[in-house]
């Protein structure tokens, strides 16, 4: 699939999603659960922000997808997880695995080893540092956020690339490490590297759990590969777009937030068009 072909389908795809408006169940953490609901809103989709375990097979039943995101962990926040993921699974939503924090501590490795193991998720979202952290390797943690070391860059994308397309085949899950260059792989090989975007998004807490919120969207209206680099050229376009209002109005990051939630509800098939940056190789 060349660019003109993949971009094609991601417009279709994300037409698709505005016009069924999928439901979206988010476990994800309290500090941004208002934030990603907004954006499913702003994009286009339904939020719920249900937590409690008895009624998330009745949730799953109204819902289109599953997002669930490792940020504040409690006993009854894990349990939630499981019984969300297994209700999911039987009745055949996509999941997406969003692994905050791992590398940082050993309950956090653990719970993405359970989780990865129990749901197989469709799309597995985090920076490069939590996939190459879930790969095994050694990294340097800062946290909930990605470290310098993991930085990807025009000389380094192949040698990620090859690593995230190996974790995609390994667990048979799209995976998708976001960063300045973001790579999403599927289990077949199908690797694109994603250049959109602005350094401004990281300074807005829970860009991340945003964008995972919205590629469950996405992947209620289409494919898993296609939903996953849907979901991060358009935060990727909305955060240039931001940027670049900001800058002109000599305004800073409050502003910065706010106009990135207008550029997503705003966002238009030209917009896609004239400003997505997507590179798609097949690694062997």
Known sequence: MNNNQILKSIIDLVNNMKRTKPIVECLTNRVTINDCAN??????????????????????????????????????YLAAMKAAAKAAKEQGKPIILDPVGA?????????????????????????????????????????????????????????????????????????????AIDII??????????????????????????C???????????DPFTAAAAAVVMLGIAGE????????NESGIGTFKVKLFDYIYLMSDEDFIKRAKIEEDRLI
């Open 39 to 76: 954006m499913l809103l702003a994009m286009g989709a339904s939020p719920i922000m249900a937590e409690i375990e008895c009624e998330m097979a009745e949730i799953m039943g109204v819902s289109s997808a599953l997002v669930i995101n490792l940020g504040l962990l409690d006993e009854p």
């Open 103 to 179: 590398g940082a501590s050993k309950l956090r490795d653990s719970v993405c080893a359970e989780m990865i193991e129990l749901a197989r998720p469709d799309i597995i979202r985090g920076n490069m540092s939590e996939i190459r952290a879930l790969c095994g390797a050694s990294v340097s943690s800062r946290g909930v956020d990605a470290s310098s070391d993991d930085a990807v860059t025009e000389s380094s994308k192949a040698k990620f690339g090859e690593l995230v397309k190996g974790f995609a085949q390994k667990t048979g899950s799209v995976v998708c490490a976001t960063g």
């Open 185 to 210: 792989a599927a289990p077949d090989g199908r690797v694109c590297y994603i250049k959109n975007g602005h350094e401004m998004l990281c300074g807005v807490t829970g860009t991340g759990c945003m």
């Open 212 to 222: 995972s919120a919205m590629t469950g969207a996405m992947a209620a209206a289409g």
């Open 241 to 248: 777009q931001a940027h670049e209002y900001a800058n002109e």
